[in-house]
């Protein structure tokens, strides 16, 4: 594959995202696409797009410390009972299932604090979401089962 572009096999899902907003987009339709080639639950296309949303949005706001271009690697992949995915980035650590403040789901929208509440949403969504380090990147895994 070449740097920069789309992969995409029958199972599989691999895209490289600029460290902009806008790449969302792009992604979404990509998962989309990926779930309807595969055959899976429509249903899983809409919870990864929010996980994804939820994770690459954080990133690109809070994680790099310059104005500079960074990637950040999106990769899927599907076998019979589960669907996988893996953002990669090389942002400034961060374990967003420890380091997040948890939510405030008691008090008044009006008068909760920012932050949490995505997060929390990605580990309700996923069956298993989990982080790691590695030469310098972040990795977040999720997973789904189906059907």
């Not at 599989?12 to 992604?27: A, G, H, P």
């Amino acid at each position: 594959m070449d740097e920069g572009t789309d992969g995409a096999v029958a199972n599989r899902l691999d895209m490289l995202l600029r460290n902009d907003l806008s790449e969302l987009e792009r992604l979404a339709e990509a998962v989309d696409e990926f779930i309807e080639r595969n055959q899976l639950p429509p249903d899983l296309a809409f919870k990864f797009n929010l996980c994804f949303d939820e994770l690459i949005t954080n990133t690109v706001s809070y994680g790099y410390d310059d104005a500079g271009p960074h990637e950040i690697r999106v990769r899927m992949e599907a076998d019979a009972a589960e669907l996988r995915a893996e953002v990669e980035d090389d942002a400034a650590a961060f374990d967003p299932f420890a380091d997040a403040p948890p939510p405030d789901l008691t008090s008044e929208v009006d008068d909760r604090r920012v932050g949490g509440l995505g997060v929390f949403l990605v580990k309700k969504t996923m069956d298993r979401a989990s982080y790691r380090r590695e030469g310098g990147r972040n990795l977040v895994l999720l997973a789904k089962s189906f059907g």
